[in-house]
T-cell receptor, first 114, second 111 residues
């Protein structure tokens, strides 16, 4: 069966510091991968998605970037964090080749910027 | 106007009650509809996935889609305290990668 791992679960960072959040998927090949952000009391906002290694699409212009160095690894980064980057960051995957398959989520990273 | 509207609640019902959760949407191009359950400090878990209009049943859960009214529902029968969570509706246009989510409804089932 497929599993998705995100770490760390919780992170507290000062304003202006860099960020690297990692997500890996097991049990499937060539998954579509996604990064979402969930603000308190709000729905999920898609930040980036990737249909293959090195292929990144950005949905929202912002202070963040994403990379996919390996087939089942997706990384969310920032060079300098802003207060507004606080939130719950979720990684998700879906089956490659069919964009209308449901997405499956990890347990997220709760990021607090001080 | 948001593409997907969902009453955030909170909704509180007694154990054993039938729960009805709803979302309305404005984009008639949505064809794929999902319901996710999210426990506190966890990621969303897929409950139901449906295509176009109609009903789908899975155990105590029933999902309904009415495309003519742009309205989807999730019914929970014989609700249990373990069903207490936030329920998110989500939908997708054919061929798109982007899921559009509702705000989520916080549900509490009281023993």
């Amino acid at each position: 069966s497929q599993t998705i791992h995100q770490w760390p679960a919780t992170l507290v960072q000062p304003v202006g510091s860099p960020l690297s959040l990692e997500c890996t998927v097991e049990g499937t090949s060539n998954p579509n991968l996604y990064w979402y952000r969930q603000a308190a009391g709000r729905g999920l906002q898609l930040l980036f998605y990737s249909v293959g290694i090195g292929q990144i699409s950005s949905e929202v212009p912002q202070n963040l970037s994403a990379s996919r160095p390996q087939d089942r690894q997706f990384i969310l980064s920032s060079k300098k964090l802003l207060l507004s980057d606080s939130g719950f960051y979720l990684c998700a995957w879906s089956v490659w080749g069919n964009s209308n398959q449901p997405q499956h989520f990890g347990d997220g990273t709760r990021l607090s910027i001080l | 106007q948001k593409e997907v509207e969902q009453d955030p609640g909170p909704l509180s019902v007694p154990e054993g009650a039938i729960v009805s959760l709803n979302c309305t949407y404005s984009n008639s191009a949505f064809q794929y509809f999902m319901w996710y359950r999210q426990y506190s400090r966890k990621g969303p878990e897929l409950l139901m996935y449906t295509y176009s209009s109609g009903n789908k049943e899975d155990g105590r859960f029933t999902a309904q889609v009415d495309k003519s009214s742009k309205y989807i529902s999730l019914f929970i029968r014989d609700s249990q305290p373990s069903d207490s969570a936030t329920y998110l509706c989500a939908m997708m246009v054919q061929g798109a990668q982007k899921l559009v989510f509702g705000q989520g409804t916080r549900l509490t089932i009281n023993p």
